[in-house]
């Protein structure tokens, strides 16, 4: 009957990251190529033919189970914007956070002069097509919610 042999828990690991082996060195920067190669090809393929994902987590930020809509919790503002890229069919592909008031502060900051204010022609009619645009998605949410326009302006 062979001896039976058990591992003792408080003996650690092994651990030969400081052992040199130049034939598995030659063979980790081979693989390491492969594998750099790979992921570039998937997240080229991704972008080509798969659509990121825009959502507002407000959305699940009332009621019971409030969360993000993620599993995080629910977030503060709802002009914050999530972008799935779905680098997977699960609900684990990345998600980047998108902050509107910095976006527009950004774009503040980029068309304005020294002194905070639009002066460039160009860029007043850029920004009042921005403007107008993000009002009418204000009136769009504004008509589902069924506020007339003449009191969806007033606080």
Known sequence: ????MESLPHWGHVD???????A????????EQQVLKAAGEMINYVI???KPHPWFPCLWSDGIGACDGLGGPPVDDPAVLYVEIP?????STP???ILLDEAVEDFVDG???INGQIEDPEKIGIAKGLSDRLRSFADRIDAAINI??????QP
């Open 1 to 4: 009957m062979p001896t039976k």
């Open 48 to 50: 080509k033919n798969e």
């Open 87 to 91: 680098f997977s069919d699960d609900d």
């Open 16 to 22: 030969l990251s400081d052992v040199y082996l130049p």
């Open 148 to 153: 007339p326009q003449d009191k969806a302006a």
């Open 95 to 97: 998600t980047w956070k």
């Open 111 to 113: 068309v304005s002069s």
């Open 24 to 31: 598995a060195e030659e063979f980790g920067k081979m693989m």
